[in-house]
């Protein structure tokens, strides 16, 4: 069903879809068989099993189908999409890690997955952005949201528009979760975390947890994991996360630079 309204994302007004929040196919991906066979939605005060997506009248037809060419087509090929069937993982595997612990690696990016990395994050950014654009609203009341501040959201807006560069006070960090990682096979939903240099926005979707770095003061270190920065690209694995709470990356961060610098 189509409404008029302005699209959020183009802001020319117009037939509205009726847009979701979560790309559908990923539901589709993640329902498993049995007498309850819904994947599992999580958040930070509940899980649960259910099918159900949440949709509004968001965007116009060329901006859905602009998200879908430039991010989400790329993600489900790359994302997690059952036992064996996670191509991102497979990749970061056949190379050796930059640095490693028992909680994370993190590995470069070869020169010919660098471009679908970027349309990868492109579709975690459409999200988080998503979130901040309107109020969505499942089952059991209003979703959680995240705050870009109107700063943010505008360059985040234009960069998804092509008419724009990404924030350059802004890191776009991707996490691969491994396949003991009990967050691998979950559709999640946005959080905030508040930093003393910057803010942090995630959401976990199909074995990748996009992570949202804003701030005037963020940590230049921060800004050699974005996906959108120009040279070397990283993408981490995260072996063990238990939680859907933010992760300090500071360790590893200074870990990184130090070995850059060598």
Known sequence: MERTGQCRLCLKDGPLRDSHFIPQAAYKLLRGKGKNPHP?????EKVIQTSDQ???HLLCHQCEQRLHKNGENTFFRNCYRGVG???LLKVL???KPLLEDEQFAVYAVPTSECAAVEETAYMGLSVLWKSAAHAWKDGDGTLPSISLGLPYQEQVRRFLLATGPFPE?????VE???????????VGTP??????????????????RFNLVVGSRMPFRLKQLSVFRQGQKFVLLA?????TQATDYRHFLVALSEKRQR
């Open 85 to 87: 069937k996670f191509r």
């Open 191 to 208: 959080a905030s975390s508040k930093w003393p240099t910057h803010y942090l926005h995630w959401i976990d979707i199909c074995g990748i």
């Open 40 to 44: 599992l939605v999580v958040s930070d």
């Open 169 to 173: 006070h802004a890191a776009m960090i």
């Open 176 to 186: 691969v979760s491994d396949e003991t990682n009990r967050l691998i096979a979950v």
């Open 93 to 95: 595997r056949q190379q």
């Open 54 to 56: 949440v949709r509004a």
């Open 239 to 243: 072996k063990r996360q238990e939680s």
